[in-house]
Nanobody, 120 residues
Framework: QVHVVESGGGLVQSGGSLRLSCTAS????????MSWYRQAPRKQRELVGK???????TLEDSMKGRFIISRDNTKNMVYLQMNNLKPEDKAVYYC??????????????WGRGTQVTVSS
């Protein structure tokens, strides 16, 4: 069994910063791609960005220049550094991890999300 847990959400003023963390734990052989998504009220869940095991990061255009994704493979953790936050960044942020329990099969796991609120 694999668990994915996010932390670090909260309330921040517009222009401020937050750092989200996500940990994958349990029956893990290897964690491959790790991704961040977000879902704003009354909107569909959208991709923020992802990072592969080698550390190559991709971000959606609207987050470029403000958000950075990094990871620590030794801890099976991924981070989302969010700078210059705007009210429209308010959402529940979810972590997704592609996990191998053995050398062959890979499955995707979601965390339960962490709330980020940005006040204007």
């Amino acid at each position: 069994q694999v668990h994915v847990v996010e932390s670090g959400g909260g309330l921040v003023q517009s222009g401020g910063s937050l750092r989200l963390s996500c940990t994958a734990s349990g029956d893990i052989f290897r964690v491959n791609d790790m991704s961040w998504y977000r879902q704003a009220p009354r909107k569909q869940r959208e991709l923020v960005g992802k990072i592969n095991r080698g550390g190559m990061m991709t971000l959606e255009d609207s987050m470029k220049g403000r958000f950075i994704i990094s990871r620590d493979n030794t801890k099976n953790m991924v981070y989302l550094q969010m700078n210059n936050l705007k009210p429209e960044d308010k959402a529940v942020y979810y972590c997704h991890a592609d996990v191998q329990a053995g050398p062959k099969h890979e499955f995707g796991y979601w965390g339960r999300g962490t709330q980020v609120t940005v006040s204007s």
